[in-house]
């Protein structure tokens, strides 16, 4: 039985859900089963889900320095798990997107780890060295944005989600590939009657 990783995020216009996908994408790719859970209709299945798994990437759009109201609930809610440390050293990494190349990222990346850490979890950071700085670089260049708490995109306000830059689609599939290898080396596979639980 492979390791879980879930990816809990909200997405308003659809570049945080591109990120997501890419995140699950790159952690199946490296072995674990992903699920992508929309905090905005989260059901008690997605909790069942989340309280299983090996990992969890929170993600939000920025908005005025920091995560979307919609995910701030959702933070809120996880509250209830507190107390019995439920999800006490389960890994956890962030992502978020704007419009800015900067943009208050930092502080949207900021107050998820401050969540994973109030739960006692382990963050999980981009391992990826900056990328588009010098003068031969450009936006090509995988992490591009020179982001390591977490994996960010920088999405123009008169586009399509499907015009993400790619380079920031393969750091964030980069981030989960990450997160899926240290699960395997720290967790452990799960035996099957682990994983059923």
């Known amino acids: 039985m492979a390791n879980l990783i879930s990816v809990a995020y909200h997405s308003r216009g659809g570049n945080t859900r591109r990120l997501a996908e890419a995140i699950g994408a790159g952690a199946a790719e490296q072995g674990a089963r992903s699920h992508l859970v929309d905090v905005e209709q989260i059901t008690d299945e997605d909790w069942a889900i989340l309280a299983r798994s090996d990992g969890i990437f929170f993600g ?24 019995s440390a439920a999800w006490a050293d389960k890994l956890a990494a962030g992502f978020t997107t704007s419009a800015a190349m900067e ?8 107050f998820m780890l401050a969540l994973a850490t109030q739960h006692g979890m382990l963050w999980v950071g981009q391992a990826l060295r900056a990328g588009w700085n010098t003068s031969k670089g450009s936006p090509a260049d995988l992490n591009r944005l020179g982001y390591r708490l977490g994996s960010v995109a920088q999405c123009n306000v008169d586009e399509k989600p499907a015009n993400m830059e790619e380079s920031d689609l393969l750091t964030a599939a980069e981030h989960g590939r990450r997160m899926a290898r240290l699960a395997q080396k720290i967790i452990g596979e799960p035996t099957l009657a682990e994983g059923s639980r």
């Open 60 to 83: 939000s759009p920025t908005h005025i320095g920091g995560p979307s109201a919609t995910f701030v609930a959702f933070a809120e809610e996880t509250s209830r798990f507190q107390p």
């Open 103 to 110: 943009g208050g990222k930092l502080g949207a990346l900021q």
